[in-house]
Each structure stands twice: as structure tokens, then as C-alpha cells.
């Protein structure tokens, strides 16, 4: 089995004369908006000239964009990748300035609605039509736009790629050895107790060299974000990431304040895990993910395949075919190598109906589980095939849907034939995903929370951003980790902080585990009849708001009593987990 993946598909390297004809092609569609605005066509007719050029210009930056950052993703020293990079990242203020002179010319259009109504086109693209009227409101001063866009190419931009060639290259030293970091961070899962503590210690003395760098980058590209959120006539960050991704605030204080309530019992669950594992004052770090129990859950690449295809082809046949043909046919990237991204990410192409996966696989059961939760993204991905490629633009927190729901199938399928060792293991791996997804995601929004709130007044230090690590993990785990061995320098190393244009993407992967519960449950409860309602619900989530979503299969995400409901879940399995341990 082949465990690189295979980028043939796209371009066959970058001498390929077809990657120049598509980089052409997108600087030409980089001005449309301006010749279709400046045209004598009706109003109707401009708005399908507009959306035929947008998912032209879509498929093509999908095409260019995959092909290089892919090629980072596995080889971030690549010199070609890089600048290809650099080079579509500078076409990208002429795609931004076009994708505002969209905005402008719908948001000029009086009505609207009668143009969509005379047009098959534009019902199609009803949704993507409305809401970029409604950004309008939002854009940047049309004679400050380009510089300010340009501007960003030296600033945030440039600290978000410094930030991906400073880890992507970044090593620790352990046992005499220089390490690639994913490869260190992977043998938190070990089952020797020491292997894993010295482990920790060694990543956590590796961020010396590079946590003041690290500072700077954060703190310019939080900075440049508040810059231009004031600019857009937002009242804060979190508002504009709330609007941009379709959820309402009382959403997200529903959803907080279910969480706040349940973290009791996630802390109930690390003590007894602490004490499993001989510790008094609640679990160190570098135990959070040590493995328990008398069962070996260890597998190989191919063992991983097995288990996969036969657990969702039981349940969703589609499902389990899609999932043989994408390992088959070297979607995945698999194991980790120096100069390879750390995590993992799976990343769709609408045209080429495929996905690529990548993944740092050491066998562990929470790799094959990151592989049903990356290839639920690419299930997510196939089902959006349905609908034109401007309506695939889904918010953050559906987006974790899919994959959150074959994570949870995975668990509940293994265990249900699996003996009480295996049982036992596997319920606790559940919850100490469960509690990464709730309890780590929560500290994560908290120390997001603190570094813009710093960054009103000043550049905060690494020695600042630690400190505010540390606060965030004491109000999030509290008694459940040992105070005194917790893990400052977390922000080094998690890539979302870093995402230009894209901050808070912390609290949706807690929506997406809660509410992929919630549909979850729908599906125990109405079984294989449930399954094309749920791929249906999936092809619609760039289309509507998450609310109206969430509303097609009968969940109310404005309600504190349904987030409860999903937390009985997992409340439900600490209780076992305790009961289990004495």
C-alpha cells in the first residue's frame, strides 16, 4: 500500500505547462467583476455572467492552491512550492479586490429577489446571492481596499508563512536525537510512562528556540485582524467570525453555558485517570493521552483499512466504498517525516471530486479514529458534490458534522462486539477525545479571548501568551490536570491560532462534536432511514444559516436544554469510565 498521496492529479509538477495556462486564467478572471459591472447586460444577465466566472475563478485557485500547499504540507522547505506560493499569494489581492467588486454589484442591485425569480441560475445560487447583499454593509473603503490588502502581504500573511516554515522545519531534541516535532508529539499516546514524560519535557524545551518569534507572529496577525475589523464596521472579532459563519451569539452562549456546567465531569474523569495511572493531584500533561487498560489497541496502516471499510460499509455502504477508494487510490498522506506539516487536515476539490487526507499515523486507535474523522470531512465533501461550487462554501461548524459523526459511529461500533478490556479502552479513548473537543477547545477560546484583549494595548511576550495559557487551562480543567504540570507554550504549536482572516476557530470544533451527537442520536433512533436525510442535511450546509440547518433535522441550537442533551452523552460515559476504574 502506498502511503504518500498522489498529486498527479492536479499538475504533473510545476513545470507543467497547464499550471502557468490555469495562473493566467486566474488573473484574467481576477477582473471580471469590473468588466461585468461596466457592462450594457441587464441586471440578470450580469449576475450570471458573474457566478459563471466565480466558480470558474473557484475550481482554478482550488486547483493551483491544492497542487502548492500540498506539496508544503509534505515538504515545507519545497523551493518551488514556496515561491509558487509566494506568487499566488500576491495574485490574491487582485481575487480579493475582485471578490468585493462582487459584493458591490450585488449589493447595487435594487431588487434582487426579482432578478433570482427570472433566473434558473440564480435560484440555484440563491443563498451565496442574498448573503453577499448582505455584506456589502461590511466591505472596506473601495480607495483603501488594495493597499490595505497589500499591505497584509507584509504583514499578517508573511508571519502566518513564517509561522508554517518555522514548524513545519522545527525539531526536538530526545535520547541524543533530533526529531521531527509531530513524530515527538505522537508519543504522548506511548505506553511506556516514561517515554511519554520525557517526550513532553523535550517539546516543551524545543519551543525555547523559537517561542519569540512565534510571539510576534500571533500578536501581528491578531493585530492587523483587529485593524481591518474596525475597518469593516464590526464591533469585535468574535462578532465577524459569528456573522461570517452564519451562527447567531445566542447560539454560542447556549452552547458555553452547557459547557461550563458539564466541566465537572470531564475534571471527574481525568482525576480517576489520573489515579489510574498512580497520581493524587489531578493528571499531568503528558498523561492526558496515555493509554489505558489491558487491551493493546495498536494497528498498521492496513489494519487501520480494515477496520474502516468493513465498520461504515455495515452502516453506509456509499460511505465504506468511498472510504476503500480514497486509501486505494492514495488520497492519503499517511505517516510523519521530517519537513511534514504536523496533525492532520483533509482538504476537498469540488471539481475533481476528491479529497486529500494527511495525517501523522503511528497506530495508535486515535489515528484510525483521526482517519474516520478526516475522511468524514471528504464524506462531507462528496455529498457537496451535489450542489454548484459557490454554494459549498460551509461555516466552520458544520463543517466538523460529518466528521465527528464517523468518529462516533467508529467508537460505538468497536465497542458493541468488542470484549470488556477492549470495551473499557475504547470508552475511555472516547472520552479523552471528548474532553479534548469540549474541555481543551474551551481553554483554546479563553486564551484567544485574552490575547486580543492584550493585544488593545500592547504586544504581548511569550513569557505573556504562556501565562495566559496556563489561566486559560486552570479555568478549563481546573482539578482535572496537576497544576503544576500543564502546558504553557500550547500556542506554539496549534496552527489555527495563525490562520489570517480566520480567527475563534476553536469553539466550532465544540460545536461540531455536540451537534454531530445530536445527529448522532437521530440516526440510533431512526436507523439506516435516517442516513439520506443526513447526507442530504450535508449537501445543504453551504445554503442556509447553521440554525436552519440544524432545524432540517429537527435540532434547535438556540436551546441551552439541546446542548445539555449532547453532554448527557458523554456525562453518561464518565460515570461508567468512574464506575469502572474503582
Request: some cysteine.
Amino acid at each position: 500500500m502506498e502511503m504518500t498521496w498522489d498529486l498527479s492529479v492536479f499538475y504533473n509538477g510545476f513545470d507543467d505547462p497547464q499550471l502557468e495556462n490555469d495562473i493566467q486564467r486566474i488573473a484574467e478572471l481576477s477582473h471580471s467583476a469590473q468588466k461585468i459591472a461596466a457592462g450594457n447586460s441587464s441586471d440578470v444577465e450580469k449576475l450570471e455572467k458573474m457566478v459563471a466566472a466565480s466558480s470558474e475563478l473557484s475550481n482554478l485557485l482550488s486547483n493551483a492552491y491544492g497542487f502548492t500547499q500540498l506539496t508544503l504540507a509534505t515538504d515545507c522547505t519545497n523551493e518551488e512550492a514556496l515561491r509558487y506560493l509566494d506568487r499566488l499569494s500576491n495574485m490574491m489581492v487582485d481575487v480579493q479586490l475582485n471578490s468585493s467588486a462582487i459584493v458591490r454589484l450585488v449589493g447595487g442591485i435594487a431588487d434582487l429577489e426579482a432578478c433570482i425569480a427570472q433566473s434558473e441560475t440564480l435560484k440555484a445560487h440563491a443563498f451565496m446571492l442574498r448573503e453577499t447583499k448582505e455584506q456589502a454593509e461590511h466591505l472596506l473603503p473601495e480607495d483603501m481596499e488594495k493597499w490595505m490588502l497589500r499591505m497584509s502581504l507584509d504583514g499578517a500573511e508573511a508571519f502566518s508563512k513564517l509561522r508554517d516554515r518555522l514548524m513545519g522545519s522545527h525539531t526536538v531534541e530526545l535520547d541524543g536525537k533530533s526529531l521531527p516535532l509531530p513524530a515527538v508529539r505522537g508519543m504522548a499516546y506511548d505506553p511506556d510512562p516514561a517515554v511519554r514524560k520525557s517526550a513532553y519535557e523535550a517539546e516543551l524545551a524545543s519551543y525555547a528556540k523559537v517561542e519569540t518569534p512565534m510571539a510576534f507572529c500571533l500578536s501581528g496577525i491578531k493585530g492587523e485582524a483587529m485593524t481591518m475589523c474596525e475597518a469593516q464596521k464590526y464591533p469585535d472579532i468574535l462578532s465577524r467570525q459569528l456573522t461570517e459563519s452564519r451562527m447567531d451569539r445566542e447560539t454560542l452562549d447556549a452552547m458555553l453555558t452547557a459547557i461550563r456546567e458539564a466541566l465537572p465531569d470531564f475534571r471527574r474523569y481525568l482525576r480517576a485517570k489520573g489515579k489510574l495511572l498512580g497520581h493524587n493531584d489531578g493528571l499531568p500533561f503528558y498523561d492526558l493521552f496515555a493509554p489505558v487498560g489491558e487491551a493493546s489497541l495498536r494497528y498498521t496502516v492496513e489494519e487501520a483499512r480494515e477496520l474502516l471499510v468493513s465498520t461504515f460499509t455495515k452502516v453506509h455502504p456509499e460511505m465504506g466504498a468511498f472510504i476503500a477508494h480514497a486509501i486505494d487510490n492514495r488520497w492519503i498522506d499517511f505517516l510523519p517525516r521530517e519537513g511534514k506539516e504536523g496533525g492532520a487536515f483533509c482538504a476537498g476539490y469540488h471539481q475533481k471530486k476528491m479529497c486529500r487526507v494527511l495525517t501523522n499515523f503511528v497506530g495508535s486507535f486515535s489515528d484510525v479514529s483521526t482517519l474516520a474523522h478526516e475522511l468524514g470531512h471528504g464524506w462531507h465533501d462528496r455529498c457537496l458534490e451535489r450542489v454548484p461550487v459557490l454554494m459549498t462554501d460551509i461555516p466552520m461548524q458544520l463543517a466538523e458534522t460529518a466528521s465527528i459523526f464517523n468518529e462516533t459511529l467508529l467508537s460505538h461500533t468497536v465497542r458493541e462486539t468488542a470484549d470488556e478490556k477492549t470495551r473499557f479502552v475504547l470508552l475511555e479513548n472516547s472520552l479523552m477525545e471528548a474532553t479534548q473537543t469540549v474541555v481543551d477547545i474551551y481553554s483554546r477560546f479563553l486564551f484567544e479571548s485574552a490575547v486580543f484583549e492584550a493585544r488593545k494595548t500592547h504586544t504581548p511576550s511569550a513569557a505573556e501568551l504562556n501565562q495566559m495559557m496556563l489561566d486559560a487551562q486552570e479555568a478549563a480543567y481546573g482539578d482535572g490536570l496537576d497544576k503544576d504540570v500543564r502546558h504553557p507554550s500550547m500556542w506554539v504549536n496549534k496552527s489555527h491560532y495563525y490562520n489570517v482572516g480566520l480567527h475563534f476557530y476553536n469553539f466550532p470544533y465544540a460545536f461540531g462534536l455536540l451537534f454531530g451527537l445530536g445527529v448522532f442520536a437521530l440516526y440510533q433512533k431512526e436507523g439506516a432511514s435516517f442516513l439520506p436525510k443526513y447526507d442530504a442535511m450535508l449537501a445543504s450546509c453551504g445554503s442556509g444559516t447553521i440554525a436552519e440547518v440544524a432545524a432540517s433535522v429537527g435540532i434547535d441550537v438556540r436551546s441551552v436544554d439541546y446542548w445539555r442533551s449532547a453532554l448527557d452523552v458523554v456525562r453518561g460515559e464518565v460515570d461508567e469510565f468512574v464506575k469502572l476504574c474503582k
